[in-house]
Nanobody, 121 residues
Framework: VQLQASGGELVQAGGFLRLSCAASGRLFSSSVINWFRQDPGKEREFVAA????????VYAESVKGRFTISRDRAANAVYLQMNSLKPADTATYYC???????????????WGPGTLVTVSS
Protein backbone atom coordinates (compact mmCIF):
# COMPACT_ATOMS: atom_id res chain seq x y z
CA VAL A 1 0.00 0.00 0.00
CA GLN A 2 1.42 3.36 -1.03
CA LEU A 3 0.58 6.45 0.98
CA GLN A 4 0.80 9.97 -0.42
CA ALA A 5 0.71 13.08 1.74
CA SER A 6 -0.51 16.42 0.39
CA GLY A 7 -1.94 19.77 1.46
CA GLY A 8 1.07 21.53 2.92
CA GLU A 9 1.63 25.22 2.27
CA LEU A 10 2.77 28.48 3.84
CA VAL A 11 0.48 29.73 6.59
CA GLN A 12 0.69 32.40 9.28
CA ALA A 13 1.00 31.54 12.95
CA GLY A 14 -2.43 30.97 14.46
CA GLY A 15 -3.78 29.73 11.15
CA PHE A 16 -4.95 26.30 10.09
CA LEU A 17 -4.36 23.65 7.43
CA ARG A 18 -5.74 20.25 6.57
CA LEU A 19 -3.34 17.63 5.29
CA SER A 20 -4.46 14.58 3.36
CA CYS A 21 -2.97 11.10 3.13
CA ALA A 22 -4.28 9.05 0.23
CA ALA A 23 -3.85 5.27 0.26
CA SER A 24 -3.43 3.46 -3.05
CA GLY A 25 -4.45 0.01 -1.83
CA ARG A 26 -6.59 -1.77 0.68
CA LEU A 27 -6.11 -0.95 4.34
CA PHE A 28 -6.93 -3.61 6.89
CA SER A 29 -8.82 -2.84 10.08
CA SER A 30 -5.72 -3.52 12.15
CA SER A 31 -3.65 -1.00 10.18
CA VAL A 32 -2.52 2.17 11.88
CA ILE A 33 -1.93 5.28 9.81
CA ASN A 34 0.54 7.69 11.35
CA TRP A 35 1.55 11.24 10.66
CA PHE A 36 5.20 12.04 11.24
CA ARG A 37 7.09 15.27 10.65
CA GLN A 38 10.69 16.18 10.13
CA ASP A 39 12.58 19.42 10.22
CA PRO A 40 15.94 19.46 8.42
CA GLY A 41 18.69 18.33 10.76
CA LYS A 42 16.26 16.79 13.23
CA GLU A 43 14.88 13.34 13.82
CA ARG A 44 11.56 12.42 12.28
CA GLU A 45 8.99 12.71 15.04
CA PHE A 46 5.58 11.20 15.63
CA VAL A 47 2.60 13.55 15.38
CA ALA A 48 -0.62 11.53 15.41
CA ALA A 49 -2.04 8.12 14.57
CA UNK A 50 -5.40 6.53 13.87
CA UNK A 51 -6.39 2.90 13.77
CA UNK A 52 -8.11 2.27 10.48
CA UNK A 53 -10.76 -0.08 11.80
CA UNK A 54 -11.86 1.40 15.12
CA UNK A 55 -10.84 4.99 14.49
CA UNK A 56 -9.03 5.29 17.81
CA UNK A 57 -6.47 8.07 17.89
CA VAL A 58 -3.17 8.91 19.55
CA TYR A 59 -1.41 12.29 19.60
CA ALA A 60 1.99 13.63 20.48
CA GLU A 61 1.87 15.96 23.47
CA SER A 62 3.10 18.85 21.35
CA VAL A 63 -0.01 18.80 19.15
CA LYS A 64 -2.68 17.56 21.52
CA GLY A 65 -5.68 19.88 21.52
CA ARG A 66 -4.60 21.60 18.29
CA PHE A 67 -4.43 18.78 15.73
CA THR A 68 -7.12 16.25 14.88
CA ILE A 69 -6.56 13.08 12.88
CA SER A 70 -9.48 11.44 11.11
CA ARG A 71 -10.16 8.90 8.39
CA ASP A 72 -12.63 8.46 5.57
CA ARG A 73 -12.89 4.77 4.79
CA ALA A 74 -14.91 5.35 1.63
CA ALA A 75 -12.26 7.69 0.29
CA ASN A 76 -9.41 5.50 1.56
CA ALA A 77 -7.82 8.55 3.09
CA VAL A 78 -6.62 9.96 6.39
CA TYR A 79 -6.61 13.64 7.28
CA LEU A 80 -4.75 15.85 9.73
CA GLN A 81 -6.59 19.01 10.70
CA MET A 82 -4.05 21.42 12.16
CA ASN A 83 -5.32 24.46 14.05
CA SER A 84 -3.55 27.17 16.02
CA LEU A 85 -0.39 26.55 14.07
CA LYS A 86 2.92 27.66 15.49
CA PRO A 87 6.29 28.29 13.81
CA ALA A 88 7.50 25.18 15.67
CA ASP A 89 5.09 23.13 13.54
CA THR A 90 7.11 23.97 10.44
CA ALA A 91 8.30 20.68 8.93
CA THR A 92 7.79 18.22 6.14
CA TYR A 93 4.89 15.97 7.07
CA TYR A 94 4.69 12.32 6.10
CA CYS A 95 2.13 9.59 6.53
CA UNK A 96 3.10 5.98 7.10
CA UNK A 97 1.44 2.71 7.94
CA UNK A 98 2.29 0.59 10.94
CA UNK A 99 0.77 -1.96 13.30
CA UNK A 100 1.12 0.18 16.42
CA UNK A 101 0.72 3.95 16.87
CA UNK A 102 4.00 5.80 16.59
CA UNK A 103 5.99 2.90 15.24
CA UNK A 104 8.28 3.99 12.43
CA UNK A 105 8.61 1.79 9.38
CA UNK A 106 11.88 -0.02 8.78
CA UNK A 107 14.92 1.51 7.09
CA UNK A 108 13.88 0.32 3.65
CA UNK A 109 10.54 2.15 3.79
CA UNK A 110 9.89 4.64 1.02
CA TRP A 111 8.70 7.76 2.83
CA GLY A 112 8.01 9.63 -0.36
CA PRO A 113 8.44 13.41 -0.64
CA GLY A 114 5.99 14.28 2.14
CA THR A 115 4.28 17.67 2.15
CA LEU A 116 5.90 20.85 3.42
CA VAL A 117 4.17 22.96 6.04
CA THR A 118 5.70 26.35 6.75
CA VAL A 119 4.31 28.48 9.56
CA SER A 120 5.46 32.08 9.53
CA SER A 121 5.59 34.19 12.68
Amino acid sequence: VQLQASGGELVQAGGFLRLSCAASGRLFSSSVINWFRQDPGKEREFVAAIRWGYGTTVYAESVKGRFTISRDRAANAVYLQMNSLKPADTATYYCARSTSPGDKPGPSYNWGPGTLVTVSS
